[in-house]
């Protein structure tokens, strides 16, 4: 038997449809001491209205330096099973796709050397397994490692990366979500487990431009699926989507924000050069709409939470790359951007700040790129900027004005 | 400088700086690319140096190289 | 593949850098065969779809919510479900909830008799509430000033029959952050919750110096408030500057901002990730604060209501909330879901003035 606390303001979230967090904790707690430690603990807080977990401390396998956060109650002679409440993250599969067998496996493996309590999934897209001790770290490492998983990142270094559905349940991705997660992820293991940059770094991939892993409000680089062919239209499909009460004019044409599609009652039509890639007309008629290749993605780099200097939403740096095995073109740019993060990043200092404080040109020119207009939403607008040296001797106008 | 040379003396830097300046891997890029070493070769050393615990990364807002020592219960 | 965990483990057989598996071990048969060339879906209840491949070939998925906080128990019995219905096969989303992969159509009815007899919540497919994205909160974080899980349960319990049966205009995207580290995405949905505090750190110089250091502190303050203390060999905040964002105590513990009485709860609107339409927008402060009332924020809940029943009523169809904002206009917002606007719903940070308004084109709206 393990401890039994009173839980009169926990029980009250153990009412109501949604499935509780409470019950789940109830259920690991007829297991593990330290999931009864939890849940004792976890009414505390709410009867006091604040937190009892101190920072993270200094714990971690052999040879890596993340995949593992320290944690420790503020209250361990009261509640001792969660004096060590360790969380393990664990590199998930891409796609979050899963066997029974293997979700055994890792109940089995929880059972042994954890809490009974996990995470599907950490905000990053990690398996998290919640509230072990110190000593069972290297042989939970192990265990994993002899069946095939691996830890994930934490701290300054490359996070996890993660992706959408994609290819293998979504006909709108555009590119292999799936593959470029996996390929990027062995291809950076020693980013990944070895925290050598001056802050996080993550990696997001998603297939097309509804971006259903939010890469481009959290992701340092967000790879973001899209097309260059026209928008293939199959009239008839479209005409039974009118016949089954869709208002075309009101509801697709009206919301196109490149205003390039019209509609007489029988026949829709596309200005594809003025297709802004949106995805509305096609999420929104499935199968009647459908992008054409070529196919590739939008490469964004920058975004983050609030701190330090406000959030922000990744920016373009690339309109359009290929995305093909082994992904050579890629990877180079990863690598080319992590060196000059590297040498001028200061600590807890995002890419997307770096390139704030020192320049997007700066950063292009590491980078190997040009600036194109798909960079901005506008131009600047104060009438100060820089030359250098070499561009004065430029003459582009006599190009342009020829 | 040798490897097992550059070994010691980039425990010593952490050793002597323990509890003043924490040093991040890159700080000890930069620390030891002054004396003409490559980038590819601290690294190298670094990670056996991390191998064998001798050090360990640590983290507080942000990931630090630091004596193996520290880790608890290792 | 077959899975082992021996009784005792050599540590010295850990292999490092092995990376995930490769995720073809998990895709049902169907998948595979037609990966990347799939043709269609169709929703065909707010919690199951069918996917139709170029080749005839079909896969249906069910949904289910979870609390993303799940004990081993809960796990097995997710699996003994999927093996018995999806030969194994299942998967979870980005936002938390799982599908049943079903490959066999005659399986499908079953298994939603046997997930709706389990009390599984069924649905959150297409334009409805989904699962909501979340942190840790009280359950494991050091720098949380709301518990996270217990705002997902009963913002989920309200808003439950938008997920299981009715429609809203497109998706609500709900999120919560319980500190302004914001470790969700809450910066872009349509609804979301972030646990503030409104007093300032209180600064441990004693301690200060054995667990902090001084330029990181310093550097972690978005006002620039913190200024070193040479005396005490400590910091000082400036009260006038500080906006209480606690990012320095999450780089030095010496400076506690945890405080039971003022902590509490901020809404944000309109936000959103898709490209769909509008490019993605940032959520804007509704709901400056509203005190931390476990276990089930009554406040927090009534405030959403309003919120949500004004979009339902206001919205045109394909309208995320963000956009339906935007329409109507800010002014309109608040009149119509009566919610006050106070001095701290107009920006005093860094790019404040991209937020004023800088035309005369106003709504009247009373």
């Known amino acids: ?402 | 400088m040798e490897k097992e040379e550059l070994k010691k003396a980039i425990y010593k830097l952490i050793e002597e700086s323990a509890g003043k300046k924490k040093y991040k891997q890159q700080d000890v890029i930069k620390h030891f690319r002054q004396q003409g070493l490559a980038d590819a070769q601290i690294k190298e050393a670094i990670r056996e140096l991390i191998d064998a615990g001798d050090l360990i990364y640590t983290y507080f807002g942000g990931s630090y190289i630091e004596l193996g020592e520290k880790r608890q219960g290792s | 593949m077959p899975y082992v965990i021996p009784d005792v483990v050599d540590v010295k057989q850990r292999k490092t850098d092995i990376g995930p598996p490769h995720y073809k071990n998990f895709l049902p048969p169907v998948i595979q065969k037609n990966y990347g060339d799939w043709k269609t879906h169709e929703i065909l209840s707010p919690g199951l779809m069918v996917h139709i491949a170029n080749s005839g070939d079909k896969i249906w998925s069910v949904r289910v919510a979870s609390p993303r906080l799940l004990s081993t128990d809960t796990l097995r019995e997710i699996a003994d479900i999927a093996e018995k219905y999806c030969d194994g096969y299942f998967r979870f989303t980005t936002r938390n909830n799982i599908e049943f992969l079903v490959s066999d159509e005659s399986k499908v009815k079953p298994l939603m008799d046997e997930l709706t007899a389990k009390k599984y919540m069924i649905g959150g497919i297409g334009s409805r509430v989904s699962n909501i994205v979340h942190t840790q909160g009280w359950i494991h974080c050091h720098s949380a000033a709301v518990d996270a899980s217990a705002l997902v349960k009963v913002i989920m319990d309200e808003f439950a029959d938008y997920f299981t049966t009715k429609e809203t205009p497109n998706k609500v995207r709900f999120a919560v952050a319980c500190c302004t580290n914001m470790c969700g995405a809450v910066h872009c949905s349509d609804i979301a919750y972030v646990g503030i505090h409104r007093k300032l750190p209180r600064i441990d110089h004693e301690n200060f110096k054995n667990l902090c250091e001084l330029p990181t502190t310093m550097a972690s303050c978005p006002t620039a408030a913190i200024t070193p203390d040479p005396a005490k060999k400590s910091i000082k905040i400036n009260a006038d500057k500080c906006m209480y964002c606690g990012n320095c105590f999450s780089v030095c513990p010496s400076l506690p901002i945890a405080d039971p009485e003022n902590d509490g709860v901020a809404i944000v609107v309109g936000g959103k990730v898709g490209n769909l339409r509008k490019p993605p927008m940032f959520s804007k402060l509704a709901v400056a604060y509203l005190p931390n009332t476990p276990p089930r924020w009554p406040e927090v809940v009534k405030a959403t209501r309003k919120i949500f029943d004004a979009y339902i009523a206001g919205a045109k169809k394909h309208e995320r909330v963000g956009e339906w904002i935007e329409r109507i206009g800010w002014e309109k917002f608040f009149a119509v879901t009566g919610l006050p606007f106070t001095f701290q719903h107009i920006d005093d940070w860094t790019y404040a003035f991209k937020t004023f308004r800088t035309s005369t084109q106003i709504k009247w709206v009373k």
């Open chain 1, 1 to 402: 038997m393990t401890k039994k606390y009173d839980t009169p303001l926990l029980d009250e979230l153990e009412k109501g449809p949604f499935p509780s967090f409470v019950t789940e904790m109830k259920k690991a707690a007829a297991k593990s001491e330290m999931a009864a430690d939890e849940l004792g603990l976890l009414e505390k807080s709410f009867r006091d209205k604040v937190t009892y977990w101190k920072h993270g401390g200094i714990v971690g396998v052999r040879g890596y330096g993340g995949g593992v956060i320290g944690r420790y109650s503020q209250l361990a002679d009261q509640f001792p099973g969660v004096a060590h409440f360790h969380t393990v993250r664990v590199n998930q599969p891409s796609g979050l796709f899963y066997t029974s067998e293997t979700m055994r496996f890792f109940c089995d493996l929880w059972d042994r050397y954890g809490s009974g309590l996990t995470n599907f999934h950490g905000s990053t897209g990690d398996i998290i397994l919640l509230g072990t001790v110190t000593e069972n770290l290297e042989p939970l490492a192990t265990v994993l490692s002899m069946n095939g998983f691996d830890l994930g990142g934490s701290g300054s270094a490359m996070r996890t990366p993660s992706c959408c559905v994609g290819p293998a349940r979504c006909e709108w991705s555009m590119i292999d979500t799936l593959d470029i997660t996996y390929d990027l992820t062995q291809e950076f293991q020693d980013e990944l487990h070895r925290p050598q940059f001056p802050y996080k770094f993550k990696i997001k991939t998603v297939g097309c431009p509804v971006d259903c892993n939010a890469s481009i409000a959290r992701a340092d680089l967000s790879i973001i699926g899209t097309w260059k062919g026209p928008i293939a239209i199959d009239q008839d499909k479209v005409k039974d989507f009118a016949k089954k009460g869709v208002n075309i004019q009101e509801e697709i044409v009206n919301f196109c924000p490149g205003k390039c599609i019209t509609w007489d009652g029988n026949n829709l039509a596309i200005n594809n050069s003025d297709c802004l890639h949106c995805m509305h007309c096609i999420a929104k008629l499935p199968g009647a709409l459908k992008p054409t290749p070529p196919f590739g993605a939008v490469m964004l780099i920058g975004a983050k939470a609030p701190f330090v200097i406000g959030a922000t939403l990744s920016w373009v740096i690339v309109p359009f790359m290929e995305m093909k095995p082994p992904y050579e073109e890629i990877k180079t740019l990863i690598r080319n951007m992590w060196d000059w993060w590297n040498e001028y990043g200061k600590n807890r200092e995002r890419i997307g700040e770096l390139i704030i404080r020192r320049g997007m040109r700066e950063f292009l020119e590491v980078c190997g790129l040009e600036p194109t207009p798909e960079m901005v939403r506008e131009p600047r607008n104060d009438p100060f900027w820089f030359w250098k040296e070499e561009d004065l001797e430029k003459k582009p106008w006599e190009e342009f004005l020829k």
